[in-house]
């Protein structure tokens, strides 16, 4: 982080007035993140898109305050993409971007998010979510868990993840399997409970229609690193070839030195667990009869 992005972190303050009096409640799985201070209409907007995620019981629970900012965002990056930082101050975390700023606290459970352009909602809407999948990325890795991008499949009450690099394959494993459930095409929460890993189902997809989503948690059945290949073939990889394609394709990964170390002693743990394969194929559905 650069010295006037260090200077930035300074105006990021709790905010003085909340956008408005609402309140809502996400909640994947075991963690729930409460969100106040909304106003109406981006209440409405964040209620249609987490559909199915509003509601349910969760042990770890973090509240958030939303509010404006000024002087504490960055420039976005040279190609215009959104831009993100962060930087741990003891338990704290900085998040700074060209949307949003705002800090995670979590020893009190709690942090607020400032906006940049609050009176655009659609920008407002993605400017929290970027801040709600850093945040329950956070608290899974906390909890022994991840963030994986991968496309989940449910098939017999278990779900087989698929994973890897951009183009490797996982929305078309996706759209390969159309009598399945399918958890996602884009990104799965991986966590441990009660001595086994289970994946749950996120409001963060990619491209898949909201229809076609399965929502739920279930027994991680079989995890599978995708590789493209004429031919179809499954073969059980090398505990290091399995934790370092896992980390790469983790969430926010290389963000944060300290949040790293303890996600890859994470995922070593899972594949110690569960034990991961490559699946080559040519993206045909014949792939089924060899992993079930």
């Not at 907007?45 to 019981?57: A, H, M, N, T």
């Not at 400017?127 to 990325?137: D, G, K, S, T, W």
Request: glycine share 8%; aromatic share 10%; hydrophobic share 40%.
């Amino acid at each position: 982080m650069s010295e006037n992005q260090n200077l930035n972190l300074q105006n990021i303050t709790p905010p003085h007035q909340l956008l408005g009096e609402e309140t809502l409640q996400v909640v994947i799985a075991d963690f729930a993140i409460i969100i106040k201070g909304l106003s109406s209409k981006l209440k409405e907007k964040l209620e249609d898109r987490y559909e199915g995620f509003l509601e349910g019981s969760a042990k770890n629970i973090f509240n958030v305050k939303i509010g404006n900012g000024s002087d504490c965002f960055i420039p976005p990056t040279e190609d215009g993409m959104l831009n993100i930082q962060e930087k741990d101050v003891g338990a704290q975390t900085y998040i700074i971007s060209t949307d949003f700023s705002g800090l995670t606290d979590m020893e009190s459970r709690s942090g607020f998010v400032l906006l940049a352009r609050s009176d655009d909602i659609k920008f407002s809407m993605f400017a929290v979510e970027n801040y709600l999948m850093r945040l329950f990325n956070i608290m899974a890795i906390e909890m022994g868990g991840f963030f994986l991008h991968s496309c989940g499949i449910v098939k017999d009450n278990n779900v087989y993840l698929f994973y890897g690099p951009a183009g490797s394959g996982k929305s078309a494993v996706a759209s390969l399997s159309p009598d399945l459930g399918i958890l996602s095409d884009d990104m799965i929460l991986v966590f441990l409970k009660d001595g086994d890993y289970l994946a749950s189902s996120t409001p963060f997809w990619g491209s898949m229609a909201r229809a076609l989503r399965t929502k739920g948690t279930y027994s991680i059945k079989g995890c599978f690193y995708l590789v493209k290949s004429t031919e179809t073939e499954v073969k059980k990889i090398d505990n290091i070839k399995a934790m370092t394609t896992l980390f790469s394709s983790s969430l926010f990964g290389a963000f944060n030195s300290k949040r790293s170390s303890k996600l890859f002693e994470n995922i070593k743990e899972f594949v110690r667990r569960k034990e991961v394969n490559e699946l080559a194929l040519p993206l045909k559905p014949v792939f089924w009869d060899l992993i079930s």
